[in-house]
């Protein structure tokens, strides 16, 4: 049964980067799928933000593309999102997924980490 | 990439039956079979209910059906039950991203 896990800081200064990591059990990243990351600002919809296929492959919102970077770290079965010079409107709680086809077929999900933007 | 755009909130009594749209253009929903729904109730992550149009993951009732007709994809729930009082958002392939729809508040009144 695969398994999805967000961590990484709660609180993050505006203007500074926004770090996440998901680590992914039951299943090993270097053996295929694509890997995704979407968020959520409270009382709000869903956005994706981007996809990483486990070679390394990236595929971001037009709209974030220019402050996110992914990347992958099949050692640690780990895949990684860091968004910069953030500001309030980044705060939400971010999900990270598994994106079969990168089809916008998102399943499973982890169960999300809220992070917040305030100094 | 825009948001597909949903109704903001629906409602219907149990037992009844409900269709939800999802409307995209001819770069996303009107180009592929790739869309996709979820369900995510209250302080929860969204669930996978339909993936490419109507098809079912294991363990997803057959309550929940899906079609699309041009730039529309439609999500039907038959036999509403107080468990589908939910948000449900819609997702397509679009190219070079997966844009989502902006949710629909169903209400099983």
């Known amino acids: 049964q695969v398994q999805l896990q967000e961590s990484g800081p709660g609180l993050v200064k505006p203007s500074e980067t926004l770090s996440l990591t998901c680590t992914v059990s039951g299943y090993s990243i270097s053996s295929g799928y694509y890997w995704g990351w979407i968020r959520q600002p409270p009382g709000k919809g869903l956005q994706w933000i981007g996809t990483i296929y486990h070679n390394g492959s990236t595929y971001y919102n037009p709209s974030l593309k220019s402050r996110v970077t992914m990347s992958v770290d099949t050692s640690k079965n780990q895949f990684s999102l860091k968004l910069s010079s953030v500001t309030a409107a980044d705060t939400a709680v971010y999900y990270c997924a598994r994106d079969y086809d990168f089809s916008g077929w998102f399943d499973p999900w982890g169960q999300g980490t809220l992070v917040t933007v305030s100094s | 990439q825009s948001a597909l755009t949903q109704p903001a909130s629906v409602s219907r009594s149990p037992g009844q039956s409900i269709t939800i749209s999802c409307t995209g253009t001819?770069?996303?929903?009107?180009?592929?079979?790739?869309v996709s729904w979820y369900r995510q109730h209250p302080g929860k992550a969204p669930k996978l209910m339909l993936y490419?149009?109507?098809k079912r993951p294991s363990g997803v009732s057959n309550r929940f059906s899906g079609s699309k007709s041009g730039n529309t994809a439609s999500l039907t729930i038959s036999g509403l039950q107080a468990e589908d009082e939910a948000d449900y958002y819609c997702c397509s392939y679009a190219g070079s991203g997966t844009p989502f729809g902006g949710g629909t508040k169903l209400t099983v009144l």
């Open positions: 490419e149009v109507n």
């Open positions: 001819s770069s996303d929903v009107g180009s592929y079979n790739l």
